[in-house]
């Protein structure tokens, strides 16, 4: 049975810094590319980073470009997102998914795996 269990988050103000994190278990974590969403409140999810081949390749949102980091520690079959120059408009609650390689890591669609997701809250 496959679980993805995310830890971290919380309340930060504008500007700094915060990093969550989601240990895979039931699947064999460097076939997957894994993934990280975000939904604010009435808004649809969002792709926010992806990572593959144990973190050989990476993609981003534009809107948090040079400002997060996707990584991860396949002997923990962990992923973390280390997020910096945090907004406002970065909150919304996180989720960390696993997904299929070679189809489009933007696509939340090619996800299969998700975890319960994690709140992060940005103040101003």
């Known amino acids: 049975q496959v679980q993805l269990v995310e830890s971290g988050g919380g309340l930060v103000q504008a500007g700094g810094s915060l990093s969550v994190s989601c240990a895979a278990s039931?699947?064999?974590?460097?076939?997957?590319?894994m993934g990280w969403f975000r939904q604010a409140p009435g808004k649809e999810r969002e792709f926010v980073a992806a990572?593959?081949?144990?973190?050989?390749?990476?993609y981003y949102v534009d809107s948090v470009k040079g400002r997060f980091t996707i990584s991860s520690d396949d002997a923990k079959n962990t992923v973390y997102l280390q997020m910096n120059s945090l907004k406002p408009e970065d909150t919304a609650v996180y989720y960390c998914?696993?997904?299929?390689?070679?189809?489009?890591?933007?696509?939340?669609?090619?996800?299969?795996?998700w975890g319960q997701g994690t709140q992060v809250t940005v103040s101003s």
């Open positions: 990572l593959g081949w144990s973190g050989r390749w990476t």
């Open positions: 039931g699947l064999t974590f460097s076939r997957y590319v």
């Open positions: 998914a696993a997904g299929q390689l070679g189809k489009d890591s933007s696509d939340y669609a090619n996800y299969a795996y």
